[in-house]
């Protein structure tokens, strides 16, 4: 087979194995947006915490309380038995209870996004982390770009003749 077909068709499987890592980046669906405003720090605060509500803190998780502040990377975690509020820029979300609440930066925006308790269970591997994430996803492209090119060798072998 062309020297120049192989060459395509194992550029096209790779991408095809690093294009799936790139899914596991972080949703770009926030609950609520507010633009950054530069180096204000920190970025928001809790403005209510009512029973099992943790936040975390510079050394691990923390019991959230009235005031405490929130900035990139933070996350709210509301037990079966609490409730929170937060205030952060122009966004005041509620977060209820079995559900977290993440802050992170998007481009020129602060991003919220609220995650329920089925959707935090999906996606909170328990365990050992059984996922499938980027180091997999490139060995699968690894993996299939060697076979592509193992089953397209041409190597002239007058047997098959």
């Given at each position: 087979m062309n020297l120049v077909i192989?060459?395509?068709?194992?550029?096209f499987f790779v991408s095809i194995?690093?294009?799936s890592a790139s899914s596991f980046a972080q949703d770009a669906s926030c609950s609520c947006a507010t633009p950054y405003q530069g180096s204000v720090s920190p970025i928001g605060s809790i403005?209510?915490?009512i029973g099992d509500v943790m936040v975390s803190q510079t050394t691990g998780y923390g019991?959230?309380?009235v005031g405490s502040t929130l900035d990139f990377g933070s996350r709210v975690v509301v037990g079966a038995k609490g409730a929170a509020s937060v205030l952060v820029g122009g966004c005041s979300l509620e977060?209820?209870?079995?559900?977290?609440l993440d802050v992170s930066r998007l481009g020129?925006?602060?991003?919220?996004k609220l995650v329920g308790s089925e959707q935090t269970a999906a996606i909170q591997p328990?365990?050992?982390?059984?996922?499938?994430?980027?180091p997999e996803a490139i060995f699968t492209g690894a993996l299939l770009t060697s076979g592509?090119?193992?089953?397209?060798q041409d190597d002239d072998n007058g047997v098959s003749r």
């Open positions: 192989k060459t395509a068709l194992a550029v194995g690093f294009g403005h209510s915490a019991a959230a309380k977060v209820s209870a079995n559900s977290s020129n925006n602060i991003c919220l328990s365990g050992g982390g059984a996922g499938f994430g980027p592509v090119l193992a089953a397209t």
